[in-house]
């Protein structure tokens, strides 16, 4: 019905009112009217002012999201992937951050620029709330100032709408009025969270103001806890049984889901014969249920520093499906025999039974692989099949690159927190062999599991990374040139040109540059229905198999296979699968980008933390990132902050977007990968920003003003043509909604596959 209304209004070339539209298609009242609903939410068709269905094109409109900025202006992303466009504030019409809505071009950009936009009307809000801090403004209410620094419009909060904040408590409130250009946006406070500062507060922000789902259903915690904590005679039934195998699990100290275990053998012809052994949710989570019902809203689970929000109720994911040792544990396993040329000659899927023999650790067994002579005898049992493990992910590793996977190994954080929740130190984490084996493992049964879906018709979710496009690999190759590591052909790339340039660089002063810019320039990886294949590792077929404690695709994935294993898979339920994959691919990537997000400001949060015990302390470090306020600097240990280009007092600079560098009028210049020695200077907990400088920088200026009697403010007077002209060094405004002269304090703006 969808498509029949589309091409009807498509094919008259206006807008069309719904008796027309009845008469059209033929359809049902209520058919059409829901059509048309779901068309609207999804950008497809615009309702006019009159209720005149139009498609967005007719209308010189252009569907997309929201992206905006501490300051206020922001850019508009059409979903049909076409260019991002500049948005200013006013051209925001009461937009927020993550809003979808239509837009209309009002300028075609100049070279190098952005075409710029206004947003015409707001399709479907990001959130019906708001988390921040309350200030009140005694008897009249008060404001909420917002968490998320990318809305730059407080809430007012009347007086009625308080219940209860008082003045600093961190709050989330439901907005009433959303902003326009002639009103404030006002909300109501729903939730107190608690005081600013207070333990686990500034994680709990980021919770709510994500909207992530931190507390089960009493349906779904009474569904886990029914289901006990043993497996039963039962269960086994038909399963082939691996407990007479030597398995392990291998993960890291603190893991408390163990959703995979490894075994590994040698058949009579001298195969490899591994086996990947992955916990059966599904025998536990049935579709529909209440547990999958909260399973699928969250579609991963998402780990802080201090604390991990799991998919699963914890009876579950810590107990029941978690491969604990020396306990029976239902699985679905994928065993596959490999040559030694790392192919996979025969592979076999099928429920399973299994009892770990072993919990080893990515630590203990790194240290067994370099030599410790005391664990290799507490684990003298698993020591020989461990290093026959070894071995085989030498053999995968290679043959993977063989093919031209893309392995960028970006450095990752590890933050330590005290018992009060406070970042005391922030480390690299280091991925030894042991973490590289188990994730050669994992990738095998994922690209098995995936040709097997593709060889026997099994609707399946597939993980797919398209190539980038074509125009930013032009201007990578453009910039690579530039230091000698040009790709031959942009055209029909394939990954071994791309693994070809960061092996070229590996090693060399370029090499951090390089891969940064390289990885930047890389599609994302999202969830499909469809089998497109994986860029980034050059594989044909590939998905998510092997974590379905922690992750909805590989639950949907363990369903449909065990359909196709029991018979069930017959021409109804394969419409019925898929008929339900786009939805639930498109609703998974969403969540897995959410998640993402969650991380990443946990972390920044904490890391900012850190250096606040660390301000006025010197540094090394390398430009991580060129914008036009500055550049970013990375430190060994991943904080990032800002170096602000109004710092780099000896010339004006101006950005070379393209390669990615400032360049002064003098001929100075930063450029992304440079080393570089800085000062910690801020560290602004709202926003989670560090503010950097450049120690000689700050050196030189201290030497050039020594010893003066007399200056004058180089921000407040220049000479110019023979006279004073006076310069404000003043920036930003006050922010929407806001009583003037009400008392706040500033903020600073912000600046795999």
């Known amino acids: 019905m969808k498509e029949q209304i589309l091409d009807l209004i498509r094919s008259t070339g206006r807008p069309m009112d719904g008796e ?124 909420v100032i917002p968490d998320d620094p990318r809305v730059s419009v407080d809430a007012m909060i009347p007086m009625k709408n308080v219940n209860g904040a008082k003045h600093g408590d961190k ?66 039934k038909g399963r082939r049984d691996f407990r007479g195998i030597l398995t392990v699990t291998i993960d890291g100290a603190d893991a408390k889901d163990l959703d995979d275990a490894v075994s590994l053998e040698r058949t009579p012809k001298g195969l490899f014969r591994l086996g990947v ?89 790194n240290a067994m692989f370099e030599g410790d002579k005391a664990l290799r005898n507490k684990y003298s049992d698993v020591l020989p099949m461990l290093m026959e493990m070894r071995e085989l992910m030498g053999i995968l590793r290679e043959r993977r690159d063989a093919r031209g996977s893309i392995d960028f190994d970006l450095p990752e954080a590890k933050i330590i927190l005290d018992k ?23 990738l095998a049964a994922n690209e098995t599991v995936a040709r097997h879906g593709v060889e026997k018709n099994i609707p399946l979710m597939y993980r797919v990374h398209h190539p980038p496009e074509e125009s930013r690999m032009e201007d990578l190759n453009e910039f690579l040139n530039t230091l000698g590591y040009g790709i031959r052909s942009t055209e029909n790339l394939r990954p071994s040109a791309v693994q070809r340039v960061l092996r070229q660089a590996a090693g060399s002063p370029e090499e951090s540059i390089v891969s940064r810019v390289t990885l930047r320039a890389m599609s994302k990886a999202r969830y499909s229905p469809d089998c497109d294949g994986h860029f980034g590792l050059a594989a044909e077929c ?60 946990a972390d920044d949060l904490k890391k900012c933390e850190y250096m606040k015990d660390h301000l006025g302390e010197e540094f090394e470090g390398i430009i991580s990132g060129v914008v036009q306020q500055g550049f970013f600097v990375e430190l060994p240990n991943t904080v990032e902050g800002l170096v602000r280009v109004s710092t780099l007092l000896d010339d004006r600079y101006f950005l070379e977007e393209k390669r990615h560098r400032l360049v002064g009028r003098g001929g100075r210049q930063f450029r992304l990968g440079d080393p570089v020695r800085v000062k910690a200077m801020a560290a602004d907990m709202e926003t989670g920003k560090i503010d950097f400088e450049l120690c000689e920088e700050r050196r030189a200026h201290t030497a050039r003003h020594t010893g003066r009697k007399k200056t004058t403010p180089r921000s407040t007077e220049r000479q110019k043509d023979g006279k004073i002209s006076i310069h404000k060094g003043k920036r930003g405004g006050s922010r929407g909604g806001r009583k003037k002269g009400n008392k706040k304090a500033g903020r600073k703006p912000q600046g795999t596959p």
């Open 420 to 442: 009060q929740g406070h970042a005391e130190d922030v480390q690299l984490y280091v991925r030894g062999e042991a973490n590289k084996m188990i994730e050669e493992f994992m």
């Open 171 to 236: 709050v989330v409130a439901r907005i009433l009025q959303y902003p326009g250009s002639r009103r404030p946006m006002i909300g109501a406070i729903t939730e107190i969270l608690g005081k600013t500062g207070d333990k686990g507060m500034d994680i709990l922000s980021i919770i709510r103001r994500l909207e992530l789902p931190d507390e089960f259903s009493s349906a779904a915690i009474k569904q886990a806890k029914a289901l006990g904590k043993y497996i039963s005679d039962e269960d086994i």
């Open 542 to 601: 590939y998905c998510h198999f092997t974590s379905p404690i922690r992750r909805y695709p590989d639950l949907m994935v363990h369903r449909a296979l065990k359909d196709a294993l029991h018979g069930r898979l017959n021409e109804k339920k394969r419409k019925s699968w898929l008929s339900r994959l786009p939805e639930a691919s498109n609703h998974c990537s969403d969540r897995e980008i959410a998640a993402v997000e969650a991380e990443r400001a």
């Open 20 to 143: 027309e539209i009845l008469s059209g298609t033929g359809g049902g009242e209520d058919a059409v009217r829901s059509a048309l609903e779901e068309l609207s939410i999804t950008g497809r068709v615009m309702i006019t002012r009159k209720g005149r269905a139009a498609l967005p094109e007719q209308l010189g409109l252009i569907y997309g999201r929201v992206q905006c900025n501490a300051r206020g202006y922001g850019f508009f992303i059409p979903a049909d992937g076409s260019g991002d466009m500049f948005i200013s504030a006013e051209g925001m019409n009461g937009a927020l951050h993550g809003d979808m809505a239509f837009a209309r071009r009002v300028d075609r950009g100049g070279r190098g620029s952005s075409d710029r936009c206004e947003i015409t009307a707001v399709v479907k809000r990001a959130s019906d709330r708001l988390t921040g801090t309350f200030e009140s403004d005694g008897e009249f209410g008060g404001y």
């Open 277 to 365: 052994h992955i916990a059966d949710v599904s025998h536990y989570v049935r579709a529909g249920g209440a547990i999958d019902k909260e399973a699928y809203k969250r579609g991963t689970s998402v780990y802080f520093p201090d604390r991990v929000l799991p998919m699963l109720p914890k009876e579950l994911s810590n107990g029941l499906c978690s491969l604990n040792p020396n306990e029976d544990k239902l699985a679905l396993s994928c065993v596959m025999d490999i040559d030694r040329r790392g192919k996979v000659v025969k592979h076999s899927i099928c429920e399973s039974v299994i009892c770990s023999d072993r919990r080893l650790t990515y630590e203990d067994v």
